[in-house]
């Protein structure tokens, strides 16, 4: 009597693409991903006294330190828009890429009990800081759009409402990307290299400085040349000046700056996932 072959619902195999994104099982695992999300967004503020006010205070008081400093003390010009809403606008924005990063690099690390327990395909993980983020940014973009809408009503200020609002998601989806794939990059590399832990710590406080968070690309230009190049090649600093020219309406929207970006953060996020494919095989014996 012939024994019928077995058919299995699910093969679990170490051989995988370096490309290779399964939508399909990433959605047969979508009720982990939200419990990942909202261990997230919960268990941050779960045992202080604020909770999630914290999500308005920290972009609202660096905003308000921002515009003393870099607008009234060092003189930076942010045209005809507020020093406030013009660096609320780029704080706001910058968080969310910088959460995305630092959370997602140390993926590996941090969940590595986890990850040598279970099998769940670890791309959920990183998946799952970018999305609890954003509920973060939309929060916080609520207060934003609070003062906005209290500047454009506002006679003094040249501050107004146009239709280059409609890319505004094509910007967060860039932002999303950059943040995925460099996290994932650099998770990768602290399974070998614990001292990218490190250089994380400070690099995203450097590489805020040539973002454009609180000043002008066109005011760096001006002032330092020779070194405008480091902002102007930024996909991170063109995306938040976008941002606001799209939101303030003062000048023209850069859109080539918008498609040099969404290459650049698509590129990043191929090499993320290529190089977090080839990792997770045998992260669990270097880690």
Request: aromatic share 18%; net charge neutral.
């Amino acid at each position: 009597m012939e024994v019928e072959e077995q058919k299995w619902l699910y093969e679990i195999s170490p051989k995988k693409g370096l490309l290779e994104f399964n939508f399909k099982e990433i959605w047969r695992y979508r009720d982990l991903l939200f419990l990942f999300v909202k261990r997230d967004i919960v268990t941050v503020y779960k045992q202080t006294i604020l909770g999630p006010l914290w999500y308005l205070i920290q972009p609202l008081f660096t905003s308000i330190i921002y515009t003393l400093i870099f607008n009234s003390v060092a003189g930076i010009k942010t045209g005809a828009v507020p020093a406030f809403l013009f660096n609320l606008a780029g704080v706001s924005l910058w968080n969310y890429y910088k959460e995305c990063l630092t959370a997602t690099s140390t993926t590996f690390t941090t969940n590595q009990n986890l990850f040598s327990k279970v099998y769940f395909p670890r791309v959920v993980m990183p998946l799952s800081t970018v999305i609890s983020n954003l509920l973060k940014y939309g929060i916080q973009l609520l207060i934003f759009i609070v003062f906005y809408l209290y500047f454009v009503f506002a006679e003094d200020y040249l501050v107004a409402i146009n239709s280059n609002m409609i890319y505004f998601p094509i910007l967060i989806v860039e932002m999303a990307l950059l943040g995925l794939g460099l996290g994932m990059i650099l998770s990768s590399m602290t399974t070998k290299y614990r001292d990218v832990s490190f250089l994380v710590t400070f690099g995203v406080q450097l590489l805020m400085y040539v973002s454009a968070v609180m000043y002008p690309i066109a005011e760096i230009s001006k002032k330092v040349p020779e070194y405008a190049w480091l902002v102007t090649y930024n996909p991170l600093a063109l995306i938040i000046e976008s941002f606001r020219n799209m939101v303030f309406g003062t000048t023209i929207a850069n859109f080539d700056g918008i498609w040099y970006s969404l290459v650049i953060s698509i590129v990043t996020f191929l090499a993320g996932l290529a190089i977090f494919n080839r990792t997770e095989k045998n992260f669990i014996d270097t880690v």
